[in-house]
């Protein structure tokens, strides 16, 4: 069948060759199946099978450990597929395990995100830059051909220059040998005279010698002693002309400045993944402002401790009290909630979902409020919760001290059951403080992030537990202490991470790398943080009782 002049073809079944639009698949013996030939296929007791639905096909691994058991697990840690069996071995003892299509999900999801990013962000940035080159590129001949000119002109400018020097250098020349050719026809004119006296002085004493006459020779006066005193000998230095050594310094011919072909960090400002319609619409920001300030009654209580986002347009608060409340972008209560044991609040969280939980220290709860009802969802016994996050995937990420043992972890929970415990690090030790408030968000590569008042750090590792970078401030002279206490990530897979006692949020990549401040005049005693879906920041003020909306440059 021509593909290029006929619609494609449709599936069809391996065993009656019948067609079909929604097969079945053996993903071991890789057979497309229709519903009538599945029970002939599977009678096939010589092989292994593993059916699944056509869209799921590819998803079924055999274990390698366990020839008989399909995979439908997946050891993040060990970072391959294994079997139920394979959990039973103590080399997935502590390791986080999930369903093999979940895990497949959450990959995707990532995926899916380094793909958005290269295609609307990597991609776009690098096409402006080979375009830029091509403009410098241009604009280098174009200067080229400028500059030979000015050269050129300049070169002609410097042979006029030399030609004059030369003339002048002539002209000073024939001056200089005028000059001597005079002294010398002078000092000629004076000799000859001289020497025509001689002669004459020598023909008058021939004659007194011939002469008999005594009164005449006696009358004769000598002259030899003013003949023997010789003019003046005349001592002449000839011009000479030396040339110099060219020297490239002192001559002015001029010089190109000095080429620079430095790179730079590129600043083009890049849209927002996921956020197309609002971020195409977003002015460029240089400097970060506040947008809007919402008082809450939690300052008067005590404090502003926490803050999350139910939508654009409201926020939920907590401070020292036991109360929750709603609150609209323009300042109004929309609504209070009591917790239900009457304790403080510890933490809360909005769901992708819309909906709140929150965590109860001295009832050692996680509940979730819908409306005004409020269902205790987890329960701990030695250890206590004190701050939540909900990840991508819908799990909860639940930071857990305890008291007695003086340690802390980070627990995921799929609803009430524990999945995963976040507690040491590859060498074995305590990747958190046993002290101080802890905070923790999830980012968008799935790292989890925390930070750890106890010891002023960030600590963030991968989904599967492992140490990624612990962050302790940007580098400084003066090394102030880093103080964090609230943190979020935005749609950038930046951390934002609350300076308490500096005024000051810092920002990060999710590598750790530093990038700058929300500076402290706009900011005091910031505490809990979290952005919406436009990457604007809200940050919960401790003592004032003030929630800010700040828009930033991402």
Same mark, same amino acid.
């Given at each position: 069948?021509?593909?290029?002049?006929?619609?494609?073809?449709?599936?069809?079944?391996?065993?009656?060759?019948?067609?079909?639009?929604?097969?079945?698949?053996?993903?071991?013996?890789?057979?497309?199946?229709?519903?009538?030939?599945?029970?002939?296929?599977?009678?096939?007791?010589?092989?292994?099978?593993?059916?699944?639905?056509?869209?799921?096909?590819?998803?079924?691994?055999?274990?390698?450990?366990?020839?008989?058991?399909?995979?439908?697990?997946?050891?993040?840690?060990?970072?391959?597929?294994?079997?139920?069996?394979?959990?039973?071995?103590?080399?997935?003892?502590?390791?986080?395990?999930?369903?093999?299509?979940?895990?497949?999900?959450?990959?995707?999801?990532?995926?899916?995100?380094?793909?958005?990013?290269?295609?609307?962000?990597?991609?776009?940035?690098?096409?402006?830059?080979?375009?830029?080159?091509?403009?410098?590129?241009?604009?280098?001949?174009?200067?080229?051909?400028?500059?030979?000119?000015?050269?050129?002109?300049?070169?002609?400018?410097?042979?006029?220059?030399?030609?004059?020097?030369?003339?002048?250098?002539?002209?000073?020349?024939?001056?200089?040998?005028?000059?001597?050719?005079?002294?010398?026809?002078?000092?000629?004119?004076?000799?000859?005279?001289?020497?025509?006296?001689?002669?004459?002085?020598?023909?008058?004493?021939?004659?007194?010698?011939?002469?008999?006459?005594?009164?005449?020779?006696?009358?004769?006066?000598?002259?030899?002693?003013?003949?023997?005193?010789?003019?003046?000998?005349?001592?002449?230095?000839?011009?000479?002309?030396?040339?110099?050594?060219?020297?490239?310094?002192?001559?002015?011919?001029?010089?190109?400045?000095?080429?620079?072909?430095?790179?730079?960090?590129?600043?083009?400002?890049?849209?927002?993944?996921?956020?197309?319609?609002?971020?195409?619409?977003?002015?460029?920001?240089?400097?970060?402002?506040?947008?809007?300030?919402?008082?809450?009654?939690?300052?008067?209580?005590?404090?502003?401790?926490?803050?999350?986002?139910?939508?654009?347009?409201?926020?939920?608060?907590?401070?020292?009290?036991?109360?929750?409340?709603?609150?609209?972008?323009?300042?109004?209560?929309?609504?209070?909630?009591?917790?239900?044991?009457?304790?403080?609040?510890?933490?809360?969280?909005?769901?992708? &979902?819309?909906?709140?939980?929150?965590?109860?220290?001295?009832?050692?709860?996680?509940?979730?409020?819908? &409306?005004?009802?409020?269902?205790?969802?987890?329960?701990?016994?030695?250890?206590?919760?004190?701050?939540?996050?909900?990840?991508?995937?819908?799990?909860?990420?639940?930071?857990?001290?305890?008291?007695?043992?003086?340690?802390?972890?980070?627990?995921?929970?799929?609803?009430?059951?524990?999945?995963?415990?976040?507690?040491?690090?590859?060498?074995?030790?305590?990747?958190?403080?046993?002290?101080?408030?802890?905070?923790?968000?999830?980012?968008?590569?799935?790292?989890?992030?925390?930070?750890?008042?106890?010891?002023?750090?960030?600590?963030?590792?991968?989904?599967?537990?492992?140490?990624?970078?612990?962050?302790?401030?940007?580098?400084?002279?003066?090394?102030?202490?880093?103080?964090?206490?609230?943190?979020?990530?935005?749609?950038?897979?930046?951390?934002?991470?609350?300076?308490?006692?500096?005024?000051?949020?810092?920002?990060?990549?999710?590598?750790?790398?530093?990038?700058?401040?929300?500076?402290?005049?706009?900011?005091?005693?910031?505490?809990?943080?979290?952005?919406?879906?436009?990457?604007?920041?809200?940050?919960?003020?401790?003592?004032?009782?003030?929630?800010?909306?700040?828009?930033?440059?991402?």
């Amino acid at each position: 069948m021509d593909p290029w002049r006929s619609a494609q073809d449709v599936l069809r079944c391996h065993h009656c060759g019948g067609s079909t639009g929604s097969p079945l698949f053996c993903d071991i013996c890789n057979t497309h199946l229709c519903k009538t030939c599945v029970g002939e296929h599977l009678s096939d007791f010589s092989k292994k099978h593993g059916l699944v639905s056509f869209g799921r096909r590819g998803s079924t691994y055999t274990c390698l450990k366990h020839s008989s058991n399909i995979c439908d697990l997946f050891c993040e840690q060990c970072d391959h597929p294994i079997c139920k069996f394979c959990i039973s071995f103590k080399e997935h003892h502590g390791h986080f395990v999930e369903d093999i299509l979940k895990s497949l999900e959450s990959k995707r999801h990532v995926l899916k995100m380094e793909l958005q990013a290269l295609v609307k962000t990597v991609q776009p940035i690098y096409q402006k830059i080979a375009t830029n080159i091509q403009v410098q590129k241009v604009e280098l001949k174009k200067n080229n051909k400028i500059q030979i000119t000015a050269i050129r002109k300049h070169g002609k400018d410097l042979h006029r220059e030399i030609d004059n020097n030369i003339k002048k250098l002539e002209a000073d020349l024939d001056e200089m040998d005028t000059e001597l050719m005079t002294v010398l026809t002078k000092k000629e004119d004076e000799i000859a005279h001289i020497s025509s006296e001689i002669s004459k002085n020598i023909a008058d004493l021939k004659n007194l010698i011939a002469s008999n006459d005594v009164s005449v020779v006696s009358a004769h006066i000598s002259r030899n002693a003013e003949f023997r005193k010789l003019i003046p000998k005349l001592k002449m230095s000839l011009p000479r002309f030396t040339s110099q050594r060219i020297n490239m310094e002192t001559i002015q011919l001029g010089s190109l400045s000095v080429v620079s072909n430095e790179t730079t960090e590129h600043n083009f400002v890049t849209d927002s993944p996921g956020n197309d319609s609002s971020s195409s619409e977003r002015p460029t920001i240089v400097v970060p402002f506040v947008i809007k300030e919402i008082n809450t009654t939690s300052g008067e209580s005590g404090g502003l401790r926490s803050v999350s986002c139910l939508n654009d347009d409201n926020i939920w608060t907590c401070g020292q009290d036991n109360i929750l409340q709603l609150y609209s972008l323009q300042g109004k209560l929309v609504k209070s909630i009591k917790t239900k044991s009457g304790n403080r609040p510890e933490d809360i969280e909005v769901t992708r &979902n819309g909906d709140l939980f929150y965590t109860d220290e001295n009832d050692r709860t996680v509940n979730a409020v819908n &409306n005004s009802h409020i269902e205790t969802l987890i329960k701990t016994h030695e250890w206590t919760p004190c701050n939540v996050c909900n990840t991508f995937t819908g799990d909860f990420l639940i930071l857990l001290y305890n008291d007695h043992s003086k340690q802390t972890k980070v627990v995921r929970y799929s609803g009430s059951s524990e999945k995963q415990n976040i507690q040491f690090n590859d060498n074995g030790q305590a990747l958190y403080s046993s002290h101080g408030s802890k905070c923790i968000s999830e980012n968008r590569n799935l790292d989890i992030c925390v930070s750890d008042w106890g010891s002023n750090t960030v600590v963030v590792v991968n989904r599967a537990g492992n140490l990624r970078f612990v962050y302790t401030g940007p580098p400084s002279k003066t090394k102030e202490s880093f103080t964090p206490r609230g943190i979020t990530t935005d749609s950038q897979s930046q951390i934002l991470i609350a300076d308490y006692y500096n005024h000051r949020i810092h920002i990060i990549d999710q590598d750790g790398f530093f990038l700058r401040f929300i500076e402290k005049w706009e900011l005091q005693y910031p505490c809990g943080l979290c952005v919406d879906t436009k990457d604007n920041l809200f940050v919960a003020e401790y003592r004032t009782g003030k929630v800010k909306k700040i828009q930033y440059d991402v």
